[in-house]
C-alpha cells in the first residue's frame, strides 16, 4: 500500500470516521456540561426560593410579635388590624411551609421549619388573650373584631382586674420571660432549618462539582484530540499533496518528469502527465511547420492556435487578441499586396516585442492573437508598453504603404477557465477598443482583480 502510495480516499474516510465520532463525543459532552450547568442552576435557585422562605417564616413570626406588642402598648387597633392581615391574608408562614414542602417534605429542614410554625401558631393563643386583654382595657366593642379575639375567655381572676392592671398584663404577657424564651424556641428551629439547608448545599455543590470536573475532562481530552486530528490533517495533507504538488508546479514550468510521490491519486497523476507530456513531445515533432504555421506571415495559423489552446495551461496563461484599426479600407483602397505586407509587419512588430516562450499567431484576416504563458495581471503595465512600442514601430512609414495602429484586448487566465471563457472575455475587450471605449489596449477585468486593484490603491493612497 504505502509502495503504490496511500489512497487519499480511504485516508478522507479514515479522517471522516474519526472526526465524525469524535465530534459526536464532544457534542455528547458539551451537552452533558449543558446539562449539569442547568441542573445546577436550577438546585441553587431552588434553595435561593427555600432559604428566602425559611426567612420569611422567621420575618412573618418577628411581624406578627411586633404589631402585637404595639397593640398592647398603645392600644391602637391598626396594629391589630396588621396582625391579623398577615395572619390571614399574606400568610408568609404557611406559604413558606409550603415551598419548602415541595421538594423537602422529608428533610431535616422541612422537619425544623414545621416545628418553627408549630411554636409560631401555638404562641398566637398566647398572643390572642393579651389582645383580648388590651380590648377590655381600653373598653372597646369586641364584637367589632375577628373571632379569634371574640372565642378568647379571660380567667375569672384576670376580669377583676382595674383596667391599668390588664394593660399592664397585656404587655407583660407580650414582654414577659416567658414570651422571649417562646421566641427563642423559633428561632431556634429556624437556624437549625437554615444550618440543614446549608448543607444540603454544600453537599449538593460538591456532588455537581465532581459530575462536572470529569465532564470537563472528558472534553479536554476530546478537544486535545481534535486538535491532534487537525494537526495531523494538515501535516498528511502537507506531505501527501501539497508538497508533491509545488514540486511539480515547478517542473512542468521546466517541461520535466514529474518525480512518482505522495499520495496515490497524486502518483497517478503524475504518471498521467509524463505519459501525456512525452505524448505531447512527440506531437509537437509531428506537427509539421507547414500545418501549424500561416505562410504569409510565418506565425501560428488558426490550427496551430487551436491546438496551443487545447493543451497550454490556460489558467497561468494570457491571451491577447489584435486586429489592425482600418485594415479593410486600407486593403480596398492600395490593394492585396499592401494589405498582404502591411500584414507581414504587424505580424513581425508583435512577435519582436515578446518572449521567444510566448506563441503569436494569426488567427483569421487581420486578427491576431498572442498566448502568453506563466503570466497574471501583475503583467497588465508591461504590457500597455509593449502595445505602445509596437504601434510606434508601425506608425513609421514603409515605402509607399500607409501607417497603421493596432488595438488590443487582453484576458488572463484563473481557476478553472476554459478556452471559449478566456476568447470571449479577450474579444470583449477588444470591441471596447475598436469602438473607441478606450486606448490601444483594453484588460478583462474580474470581481477579483477589480477588488485586488481596489486594495492596492487604498494602500497606495495609505502610503501618500
Not at 489512497?7 to 472526526?19: F, G, H, K, Q, Y
Request: overall charge negative.
Amino acid at each position: 500500500m504505502f509502495k503504490r502510495g496511500i489512497s487519499l480516499r480511504r485516508l478522507n474516510i479514515v479522517i471522516l470516521i474519526v472526526s465524525v465520532l469524535l465530534s459526536i463525543g464532544l457534542i455528547v459532552a458539551m451537552n452533558g456540561t449543558n446539562n449539569i450547568y442547568d441542573e445546577t442552576h436550577e438546585f441553587t435557585q431552588k434553595f435561593i426560593e427555600w432559604r428566602s422562605s425559611s426567612y420569611d417564616l422567621q420575618r412573618a413570626s418577628d411581624y406578627l410579635t411586633e404589631q402585637m406588642q404595639d397593640f398592647t402598648v398603645t392600644g391602637d387597633r391598626e396594629y391589630l388590624d396588621n396582625y391579623f392581615n398577615e395572619a390571614k391574608v399574606t400568610q408568609r408562614r404557611e406559604k413558606a411551609l409550603q415551598v419548602l414542602g415541595q421538594d423537602h417534605a422529608r428533610s431535616a429542614a422541612y422537619r425544623d421549619l414545621s416545628a418553627a410554625m408549630d411554636e409560631s401558631v401555638s404562641l398566637m393563643e398566647r398572643e390572642y388573650y393579651a389582645a383580648r386583654l388590651t380590648i377590655l382595657a381600653y373598653s372597646y366593642d369586641v364584637s367589632e373584631y375577628p373571632e379569634e379575639i371574640q372565642n378568647v375567655k379571660l380567667m375569672a381572676p384576670d376580669l377583676e382586674l382595674s383596667t391599668d392592671q390588664m394593660k399592664e398584663m397585656a404587655m407583660l404577657m407580650m414582654h414577659g420571660e416567658e414570651y422571649r424564651k417562646r421566641k427563642e424556641v423559633i428561632s431556634n428551629h429556624m437556624d437549625n432549618c437554615l444550618k440543614d439547608l446549608d448543607a444540603e448545599m454544600k453537599e449538593e455543590q460538591a456532588k455537581y462539582a465532581d459530575k462536572l470536573h470529569t465532564q470537563v475532562v472528558f472534553e479536554h481530552v476530546l478537544t486535545i484530540l481534535i486538535i491532534l486530528l487537525l494537526l495531523g490533517i494538515v501535516l498528511i495533507t502537507y506531505r501527501l499533496v501539497i508538497r508533491p504538488l509545488r514540486n511539480s508546479v515547478e517542473l512542468i514550468r521546466d517541461e520535466e518528469d514529474l518525480p512518482i510521490r505522495g499520495a496515490y491519486e497524486i502518483r497517478f497523476l503524475a504518471k498521467t502527465y509524463n505519459l501525456i507530456h512525452h505524448t505531447n513531445l512527440q506531437s509537437k515533432e509531428k506537427l509539421t511547420y507547414e500545418a501549424t504555421h500561416d505562410k504569409l506571415t510565418g506565425l501560428y495559423n488558426r490550427r496551430g492556435y487551436d491546438y496551443l489552446m487545447e493543451n497550454l495551461d490556460l489558467e497561468t496563461s494570457a491571451l491577447l487578441l489584435f486586429d489592425i484599426d482600418r485594415f479593410k479600407q486600407i486593403n480596398d483602397a492600395y490593394g492585396h499586396d499592401v494589405g498582404d505586407r502591411i500584414l507581414t509587419r504587424v505580424a513581425d512588430a508583435i512577435f519582436e516585442n515578446f518572449r521567444a516562450q510566448d506563441y503569436v499567431c494569426r488567427i483569421g484576416g487581420d486578427e491576431m492573437a498572442v498566448i502568453m504563458v506563466h503570466s497574471d495581471p501583475s503583467l497588465a503595465t508591461l504590457l500597455e508598453s509593449k502595445i505602445k512600442k509596437i504601434n510606434k514601430m508601425l506608425s513609421i512609414k514603409h515605402e509607399d504603404d500607409p501607417s497603421v495602429k493596432v488595438s488590443a484586448g487582453v484576458a488572463f487566465g484563473e481557476p478553472g477557465i476554459t478556452v471559449e471563457i478566456i476568447f470571449k472575455r479577450a474579444d470583449t475587450c477588444l470591441y471596447e477598443v475598436k469602438n473607441g471605449n478606450m486606448n490601444e489596449i483594453s484588460f478583462y477585468k474580474s470581481a477579483k482583480a477589480d477588488k485586488k486593484k481596489k486594495q492596492n490603491n487604498k494602500q497606495e493612497a495609505e502610503k501618500q
